[in-house]
């Protein structure tokens, strides 16, 4: 990771991610995968079959609509500021990303990326819009497409690292940052904060990565698929949250479900179409949403 290795080695510890939330430091951190701007993660999913998204909007009212192709890959993201998550794509086979504009239903589309890569899309400029992005593992390179204009290009990773993008740091910026599956360690280039890496979890995990404690800083974290355990280190003090919730074959979906500014665990149930929320202020919600072969949208960007 060019020089950043020997920052990272110091550092790196050892252990077992309407109206949006504001944290203390007066920095809009807008929940994901909120379709309808209410502050709120909306149980979502994507039938690859005949490509539909289907949108169970928190503020009430169901969405549909028929987008993609079945070997696209799922890159939703608010692209237009408004506030709303947009439907979104990115179609490895050409290097072309589509997007459905939340406003109107217009779509736009664009060439970004190639074969191989894998879609990380997020508000690296912090201008309120998700910037275009893709991690390439062959090379361990970063290719941003900033929406407020211009292009980035850096190296930060190598080859069968995992994109784990979030805002590590308050700042209202996501942050680069890779999992290495190997070895279960995690680097994070803070775009305020400098590089810092931790070794966490197992090479089976799935990175659940998100702001679990509401302090506004991602937590690195993961669900361990065997057991049913997620497993968050939290951003405050480096300590570990462990706590069991969902069972094999589940697939966690975490996001913030209830607006209270912090990550809920949740896991949908593909045998039976049902959605399990953890919810951080307390008690869990049930509900019945999708069928067999369906994909959670808020899940896209587990790896």
């Known amino acids: 990771m060019k020089n950043y ?33 209410d502050g709120k993660t909306d149980i979502s999913i994507y039938r690859p079959g005949p490509s539909e998204s289907w949108i169970a909007k928190s503020g009430g009212g169901n969405f549909v609509t028929q987008f993609g192709l079945p070997t696209d890959k ?7 500021g408004d506030g709303k998550t947009d439907i979104a794509f990115f179609r490895p086979s050409t290097g072309q990303w589509f997007v459905l504009r939340s406003e109107d239903s217009s779509f736009f589309g664009f060439t970004f990326g190639t074969n191989g890569d894998i879609p990380a899309p997020a508000d690296f400029d912090a ?28 190296h930060f ?33 803070r775009s305020s904060s400098g590089v810092i890496a931790y070794r966490f979890g197992s090479s089976l995990d799935k990175t ?17 698929p065997s057991t049913g355990i997620w497993f968050i280190l939290r951003s405050e003090d480096a300590s570990m949250l462990a706590f069991p919730f969902g069972q094999f074959g589940d697939a966690p979906a975490p996001g913030d479900y209830d607006g209270d500014g912090r990550f809920d665990a949740v896991v949908f149930r593909p045998s039976s179409s049902t959605w399990f929320i953890a919810k951080s202020g307390g008690g869990t919600t049930i509900v019945p949403f999708g069928s067999a072969g369906d994909q959670p949208l808020p899940g896209a960007f587990v790896r």
């Open 74 to 80: 799922l890159a939703s993201a608010d692209f237009t």
């Open 157 to 189: 990773g190598i080859d069968g690292d995992q994109p784990v993008v979030a805002d590590y740091d308050a700042d209202g910026r996501a942050d680069i940052a890779i999992r290495r599956p190997a070895s279960g360690e995690w680097w994070i280039d």
């Open 208 to 224: 659940v990565q998100g702001d679990y404690t509401g302090d506004g800083k991602a937590d690195v974290a993961v669900w361990r």
């Open 127 to 154: 201008d309120g819009k998700a910037d275009a992005t893709v991690f390439r593992p062959s090379t361990g390179t970063w290719f941003i497409q900033k929406s407020s204009g211009g292009f980035v290009i850096t």
């Open 5 to 37: 290795i020997y920052i990272a080695a110091i550092i790196l510890t050892y252990a077992a991610g309407g109206m949006p939330a504001r944290a203390d430091d007066g920095i809009v951190h807008r929940s994901p995968f909120d379709f309808d701007a």
